[in-house]
């Protein structure tokens, strides 16, 4: 990837559990962004944090971003079946929207 | 409030054509990216439009080239396709000033 890894590549859960996605990246950003893409079409935003914040919370997101290591991490508390997707980290330099997108998590709930 | 929109969901091409794909950005938009997508792959960025120009562009080819209209559509042309120009093409809408960007359905293309 241009920009970094994520880790794991694929991750299979019971519902109810909830799942943890690192993400890493390379260069300076202004913001990072996480991603679902649902079999392949379109990406929906889930949440966006910007380069001054630690920790945001969306529902049952929770996102947190450490710049000095370069690295923010996605968690889903109690997933759910409808939770089975792929997810993806962005990071965005703030000169423009240009999005650099990790390598992606599959995400598997089973009911 | 409409979404972004792309057109067509698909295509099958033949080798060495050209193609055209259309996108219409979330309404109060007025910058859209395009990405491409292959099969397994995450999406790379391909150009963003601002104002009717192109305001940064990725690492494609000059065969890949768009489009802005004062209505903030956009089109992505791709001339003398390749097999491995097959993918998801995605689009995404955005402010200039940042924030989140809202993606299209995308297309998929299928070059034969």
């Known amino acids: 990837s241009q920009q970094g890894e994520e880790d794991p590549q694929a991750l299979s859960i019971q519902e109810g559990e909830n799942a943890t996605m690192n993400c890493s990246y390379k260069?300076?950003?202004?913001?990072l962004q996480w991603y679902r893409q649902n079999s392949g079409r379109g990406l929906v935003h889930l949440i966006l944090?910007?380069?001054?914040?630690r920790e945001k919370h969306s529902g049952r997101l929770r996102v947190t971003l450490d710049t000095s290591k370069k690295s923010s991490s996605l968690l889903i508390t109690a997933s759910r079946a409808a939770d089975t997707a792929s997810y993806f980290c962005?990071?965005?330099?703030?000169?423009?929207?240009?999005?650099?997108f990790g390598t992606g998590t599959l995400l598997a709930v089973q009911p | 409030d409409a979404g972004v929109t792309q057109s067509p969901t698909h295509l099958i091409k033949t080798r060495g054509q050209q193609v055209t794909l259309r996108c219409s950005p979330k309404s109060g938009h007025d910058t859209v990216s395009w990405y491409q997508q292959a099969l397994g792959q995450e999406p790379q960025f391909i150009f963003q439009?601002?104002?009717?120009?192109?305001?940064q562009r990725g690492n494609f080819p000059d065969r890949f080239s768009g489009h802005q209209f004062p209505n903030y559509s956009s089109e992505l042309n791709v001339n003398a396709l390749l097999l491995g120009d097959s993918a998801l093409y995605l689009c995404?809408?955005?402010?200039?000033?940042?924030?989140?960007?809202?993606f299209g359905p995308g297309t998929r293309l299928l070059v034969l």
């Open positions: 995404a809408s955005s402010l200039p000033s940042g924030g989140p960007s809202y």
């Open positions: 439009y601002y104002e009717e120009e192109e305001r």
């Open positions: 962005a990071t965005a330099d703030g000169a423009t929207n240009k999005l650099i």
């Open positions: 944090i910007r380069s001054n914040e």
């Open positions: 260069t300076s950003i202004n913001n």
